[in-house]
């Protein structure tokens, strides 16, 4: 059974860093590609940064220049460190991973920006 747990999430004001992270456990052998979404209240789950297990790297526009997305093959974790966070940026981030099998989701962690 794969789980994947995020952690990391929480308030922070305007122009402040948070670094999420999210540990895969289970059947992770075709887990080439991993990620983050978010859904921002009243809005679509949007793409944020992903990685494959090569770490390359994908970004969306609104996060380039901020964010960083990293990965340790060994630990199944991946990690999004956020710098100068804005407000619309607040959010609930999911983990995700798009396998050969399904897609797999974690639970998410909100994370607020305050001005």
């Known amino acids: 059974q794969v789980r994947l747990v995020e952690s990391g999430g929480g308030v922070v004001q305007a122009g402040g860093s948070l670094r999420l992270s999210c540990a895969a456990s289970?059947?992770?052998?075709?887990?080439?590609?991993m990620g983050w979404y978010r859904q921002a209240p009243g809005k679509q789950r949007d793409l944020v940064a992903t990685?494959?297990?090569?770490?390359?790297?994908n970004y969306a526009d609104s996060v380039k220049g901020r964010f960083i997305i990293s990965r340790d093959n060994a630990k199944n974790t991946i990690h999004l460190q956020m710098n100068s966070l804005k407000l619309e940026d607040t959010a609930v981030y999911y983990c995700?991973?798009?396998?050969?099998?399904?897609?797999?989701w974690g639970q998410g962690t909100q994370v607020t920006v305050s001005s």
């Open positions: 289970g059947s992770t052998f075709d887990f080439n590609v």
């Open positions: 995700y991973v798009p396998s050969s099998r399904r897609p797999y």
């Open positions: 990685i494959n297990f090569y770490g390359s790297t």
